[in-house]
């Protein structure tokens, strides 16, 4: 496009000037940076936040984890008395059926 072709309205009446121009630029500017910072003070609060109850869970998980390894340890604990109770009790019977077989064979 030719230089001449492009209508000059610097000289109309009521069109800002170029330094006008420039002012209300910079001010559209100068209120999107203060909205931005807004919007960066509240994102850092909400990462903040984030931060905190993250560290709340992490420490409500491993507050949780020794309770299961406790409750583990416990468990184990009670199926080795089970067990053990379990033997007793088969031992218990394999000696009554003896005593029963032996009063059995001593009647006859």
Known sequence: MDPYDIEDTSDWLGSPTELQTLKHYAGMLEEDIEALKLELRAAKENITGLITMNDELSADLQRKRTWIA???????????????????????????????ALKLNHRR
């Open 70 to 100: 406790n409750l583990e340890s416990e468990t184990t604990v009670q199926l080795t008395d089970i067990r053990r109770l379990n033997q007793i009790l088969h031992q218990r019977e394999v000696v009554i059926r003896e005593l029963e």
